[in-house]
């Protein structure tokens, strides 16, 4: 038997978590997974307010208890009072990881100039990846497309499930040591 990837995907917004508007970036992460992941892998889908202590209870339920390796999150990395998901995403993990953040923000400053404004970020809980997206399903393609060749050989490290793409959609980078064939 073969066992599933569990992927979190959390939607960080208080209208969409009320039903005020439609999520679109979870569905626009789930898209992408779908376009770029080959093999077997679970959603684990998430729609919450900007409350942080709910951010960092869902992140840990995610990692802790779903057993996620990879958990992406849209909404909340502005420079609003309400967007605070990179504060629970720092509260919850062992180590941060400052290069994603970095990477993506000069991968949307190409398409915008406020993308500086966005405080994207990614870290280690365990042996789960948590990286932290823009809400617009637009730049979370970008993000995406940006960080995502890393994150496999990234959860490879900290032990978690191993996570394959399709090469024509995204080019994942692994040493040849770690390639599982």
């Known amino acids: 038997m073969v066992s599933s990837a569990r992927i979190g995907m959390v939607t960080v917004s208080d209208r969409a978590s009320r039903g005020d508007y439609e999520d679109k ?12 992941l080959i093999g077997a892998w679970e959603p684990v889908v998430r729609i919450i307010p900007d409350e942080q202590a709910l951010i960092e209870a869902t992140l840990v339920e995610l990692t802790d208890n779903e057993e996620c390796c990879l958990v992406i999150t849209t909404g909340g990395t502005g420079p609003a009072a309400r967007d605070v998901t990179p504060e629970a995403t720092e509260a919850v993990c062992q180590k941060m990881m400052p290069g994603f953040g970095e990477l993506m923000r000069a991968a949307s400053l190409k398409v915008v100039p406020t993308a500086i404004l966005s405080r994207q970020m990614a870290g280690i809980r365990g042996k789960s990846f948590i990286v932290n997206l823009p809400g617009k399903p637009s730049a979370i393609d970008d993000c995406l497309n940006a960080v995502f060749p890393a994150i496999p050989y990234c959860i490879d490290l900290i032990g978690g499930d191993y996570l394959q793409a399709d090469p024509a959609q995204c080019n994942v980078f692994r040493p040849p040591h770690a390639v599982k064939r």
């Not at 979870?26 to 770029?36: F, H, K």
């Open 25 to 36: 970036g979870g569905p626009a992460i789930r898209a992408w997974l779908d376009r770029v």
